[in-house]
């Protein structure tokens, strides 16, 4: 079923004032506590992968043990990548600066530039699914398929191949290339503190980001030279792989379905984007990734509110979103390979405008 598109016969302050007055308190001892036991697990899985690296253990020991070290760290390391967000939504704590500087080391670590992120981040809880204003996930249109003579949909291997592409190179490609992110007049990348999606203003801060990111990867660079490549790929390297595939996998989901409406400026409101996002199911995972899965609506209307009372605040506005929450519980592996396969593009023109799949559509 499609979501609805009409304006909502609620305002966002009546869903505020649904919500408990504490899910809005943001608590520094409480947020920390939530980040050190992320550390501590980081830490203890390291551990182990140091041991079973020296140990010399049978192969076959091996060959069970690393995939589920990788799998394992890239989860609990994408719970810290949350808690970076958080930061870049100062709702970790009340100070700015606390936020800013801890959101610098924790997205750096993970080879994120951390402000360039925040601003182009932001920019899209402003303007989700506008057309024109929204700077992830943006639809692909009729013509730009036809111009790649990509229209068509595609068979078994090459869905696979671009699924594949998209949770490894996607992210990457976000940062230096703006990509599936809003067209503008000329290149853009996360790096350039003069690209259009910064403002003069904001110039110092990209600039404070790459300087980051630069000694960071000139440590990984001194380490890989030190010690040796190889360790800091198996330790480090393919975890961070796996946080990349997370990232694309949640955030695609969160906004990427056949039945989510994207708009144009003539019908698009804040309120109508913010409801466009989609709450889903991860099992276990949504307690590793402090329910930035299954709460994402909420979020998106509460961005300054810490993830520990989101939950709460899904349940207490449910009753008066109605049929303005979407929620879909398709297993998230199927629900992926649905929306890779037939999100495929929107026209070009109308106010309201729905994913289509096949070129007679």
């Given at each position: 079923?499609?979501?609805?598109?009409?304006?909502?016969?609620?305002?966002?302050?009546?869903?505020?004032?649904?919500?408990?007055?504490?899910?809005?308190?943001?608590?520094?001892?409480?947020?920390?506590?939530?980040?050190?036991?992320?550390?501590?697990?980081?830490?203890?899985?390291?551990?182990?992968?140091?041991?079973?690296?020296?140990?010399?253990?049978?192969?076959?020991?091996?060959?069970?043990?690393?995939?589920?070290?990788?799998?394992?760290?890239?989860?609990?390391?994408?719970?810290?990548?949350?808690?970076?967000?958080?930061?870049?939504?100062?709702?970790?704590?009340?100070?700015?600066?606390?936020?800013?500087?801890?959101?610098?080391?924790?997205?750096?670590?993970?080879?994120?530039?951390?402000?360039?992120?925040?601003?182009?981040?932001?920019?899209?809880?402003?303007?989700?699914?506008?057309?024109?204003?929204?700077?992830?996930?943006?639809?692909?249109?009729?013509?730009?398929?036809?111009?790649?003579?990509?229209?068509?949909?595609?068979?078994?291997?090459?869905?696979?191949?671009?699924?594949?592409?998209?949770?490894?190179?996607?992210?990457?490609?976000?940062?230096?290339?703006?990509?599936?992110?809003?067209p503008y007049h000329k290149h853009v990348n996360h790096f350039n503190p003069s690209a259009p999606i910064f403002k003069k203003k904001e110039f110092w801060d990209v600039v404070i980001s790459d300087v980051a990111l630069a000694l960071w990867v000139g440590f990984l660079v001194y380490l890989s030279v030190n010690t040796n490549l190889i360790s800091v790929l198996v330790f480090y390297g393919v975890p961070y792989l796996v946080v990349n595939m997370w990232l694309v996998i949640v955030t695609y989901l969160q906004h990427t379905d056949i039945t989510v409406p994207h708009y144009d400026d003539q019908e698009w409101t804040w309120l109508k984007g913010a409801l466009c996002t989609i709450d889903?199911?991860?099992?276990?995972?949504?307690?590793?990734?402090?329910?930035?899965?299954?709460?994402?609506?909420?979020?998106?209307?509460?961005?300054?509110?810490?993830?520990?009372?989101?939950?709460?605040?899904?349940?207490?506005?449910?009753?008066?979103?109605?049929?303005?929450?979407?929620?879909?519980?398709?297993?998230?592996?199927?629900?992926?390979?649905?929306?890779?396969?037939?999100?495929?593009?929107?026209?070009?023109?109308?106010?309201?405008?729905?994913?289509?799949?096949?070129?007679?559509?």
């Amino acid at each position: 079923m499609k979501a609805p598109t009409e304006t909502p016969p609620f305002t966002l302050k009546d869903l505020k004032n649904a919500v408990p007055a504490h899910c809005f308190e943001r608590s520094f001892l409480k947020s920390t506590l939530y980040l050190i036991w992320d550390l501590l697990m980081v830490v203890a899985l390291l551990l182990v992968a140091i041991w079973v690296y020296n140990a010399g253990l049978p192969w076959y020991v091996q060959v069970l043990f690393w995939p589920a070290y990788w799998f394992c760290q890239g989860c609990v390391l994408f719970g810290v990548w949350i808690v970076a967000h958080e930061c870049g939504h100062y709702s970790y704590c009340d100070s700015k600066a606390i936020c800013d500087w801890l959101g610098l080391v924790l997205h750096t670590v993970l080879l994120v530039p951390y402000h360039s992120w925040r601003i182009s981040h932001s920019h899209h809880h402003r303007n989700t699914n506008r057309m024109d204003g929204d700077e992830a996930f943006v639809p692909n249109t009729r013509t730009l398929l036809e111009k790649e003579d990509d229209l068509e949909f595609p068979n078994v291997f090459r869905r696979f191949y671009h699924l594949v592409k998209y949770l490894t190179i996607g992210w990457p490609a976000y940062l230096f290339f703006h990509a599936r992110g809003r067209p503008y007049h000329k290149h853009v990348n996360h790096f350039n503190p003069s690209a259009p999606i910064f403002k003069k203003k904001e110039f110092w801060d990209v600039v404070i980001s790459d300087v980051a990111l630069a000694l960071w990867v000139g440590f990984l660079v001194y380490l890989s030279v030190n010690t040796n490549l190889i360790s800091v790929l198996v330790f480090y390297g393919v975890p961070y792989l796996v946080v990349n595939m997370w990232l694309v996998i949640v955030t695609y989901l969160q906004h990427t379905d056949i039945t989510v409406p994207h708009y144009d400026d003539q019908e698009w409101t804040w309120l109508k984007g913010a409801l466009c996002t989609i709450d889903r199911d991860y099992g276990l995972l949504n307690t590793i990734f402090h329910n930035l899965t299954d709460a994402h609506v909420a979020h998106h209307l509460f961005s300054y509110m810490p993830h520990y009372h989101i939950k709460e605040a899904t349940e207490a506005i449910k009753p008066i979103l109605g049929k303005y929450y979407n929620y879909d519980p398709t297993p998230v592996w199927q629900a992926l390979w649905k929306s890779d396969s037939y999100c495929r593009f929107v026209e070009d023109f109308g106010g309201v405008r729905w994913y289509k799949a096949y070129k007679h559509e």
